[in-house]
């Protein structure tokens, strides 16, 4: 119990807040994406959940770290690769022996974002539920130290126009790099071995997923699921930490930043082809969910028709 009362809840805004204090070298951060390097100076220790829209990955260079992840005990080693999902308690261990690594932490929203044309990558991250240590190989560490060494480069230069999109271009290259790595050294869980919950999101996901036209109603999903919408709802939140309907919105979120951002449909088309009411309604949601019109929001990508 007196473990438990220590335990503190860090998100992405909670890092970035404490970048000065916990001494370890971010070398980039947005509101998004933070990169942390030589993870092994950092000062502030102490046992944390991460938040629900979080994903950490480290990775071991050299040496050795041992973490305990929902009081379960693993070691990392060089050119291994610890994955902590969303939710997770890593509580504070102190066995390293020579230890340097560097860690990325990201937004559940920006990795979605980032894999928009393969998302799949909730179903691959449950295969980590009973062995979160992925060894990468020697290669793949080299490669990613290579796309590291190219963002810090271009860090060193003045931004320009499109420097978010650039960064991010890097780290979805990265995570493909992770995710080939991971379909090289892990076999999928047998569904027979899974939680019956874990099952039912994972399919609930898979139809989100592959819908071209997401539908905005939760009992669309619950209908095809053959289950209740509140079991559905309950399920998800016990499971990823955020409802049926937070998943819903963020896949219907992404899927008009896209239009938004990649094609030339006018916003009365986007309204059309994603089956809104009406306009009104559609730029009612936008604002919602992306802080602005769709008007605005294409403004601030500098669009121009």
């Given at each position: 119990?007196?473990?438990?009362?220590?335990?503190?809840?860090?998100?992405?805004?909670?890092?970035?807040?404490?970048?000065?204090?916990?001494?370890?070298?971010?070398?980039y951060t947005d509101k998004d994406i933070i990169v942390i390097e030589h993870l092994e100076d950092m000062t502030e220790?102490?046992?944390?959940?991460l938040s629900k829209d979080m994903i950490m990955i480290i990775a071991c260079l050299e040496?050795?770290?041992?973490?305990?992840?929902?009081?379960?005990?693993?070691?990392?080693?060089?050119?291994?690769v610890l994955i902590c999902k969303p939710n997770i308690i890593l509580y504070d261990h102190e066995n390293r022996t020579s230890?340097?690594?560097?860690?990325?932490?990201?937004?559940?929203?920006?990795?979605?974002?980032?894999?928009?044309?393969?998302?799949d990558i909730w179903n691959r991250f449950?295969?980590?539920?009973?062995?979160?240590?992925?060894?990468?190989?020697?290669?793949?560490?080299?490669?990613?130290?290579?796309?590291?060494?190219?963002?810090?480069l271009r860090l060193k230069f003045p931004q320009r126009s499109y420097h978010k999109e650039v960064m991010t271009t890097f780290m979805r290259a990265i995570i493909y790099e992770l995710l080939a790595d991971l379909d090289h050294n892990t076999i999928e869980t047998p569904p027979t071995s899974m939680k019956q919950g874990d099952i039912l999101f994972k399919k609930f996901i898979e139809i989100l997923a592959n819908s071209e036209i997401k539908q905005r109603n939760l009992s669309h999903y619950a209908d095809r699921l053959f289950v209740t919408s509140k079991y559905l709802s309950t399920v998800s939140k016990k499971v990823s930490g955020r409802t049926a309907m937070d998943w819903i919105n963020e896949y219907v979120t992404d899927d008009i930043q896209h239009f938004l951002t990649h094609t030339d449909k006018s916003?009365?088309?986007?309204?059309?082809?994603?089956?809104?009411?009406?306009?009104?309604?559609?730029?009612?949601?936008?604002?919602?969910?992306?802080?602005?019109?769709?008007k605005e929001f294409r403004k601030q990508l500098g669009y121009k028709k």
């Open positions: 119990m007196e473990r438990e009362n220590t335990i503190r809840q860090v998100g992405i805004n909670d890092i970035l807040d404490a970048s000065e204090r916990i001494n370890a070298g971010i070398t220790r102490g046992s944390v959940k040496g050795k770290m041992q973490v305990n992840l929902n009081a379960k005990l693993y070691t990392l080693h060089p050119y291994e230890f340097r690594g560097n860690a990325v932490c990201l937004s559940t929203r920006i990795l979605q974002s980032l894999l928009h044309y393969g998302s449950f295969q980590f539920n009973q062995n979160p240590v992925i060894c990468i190989g020697e290669e793949s560490l080299q490669l990613f130290s290579l796309y590291s060494e190219i963002m810090r916003i009365k088309e986007i309204s059309e082809y994603l089956e809104f009411t009406n306009i009104s309604f559609f730029g009612k949601y936008v604002k919602a969910h992306l802080g602005c019109s769709p």
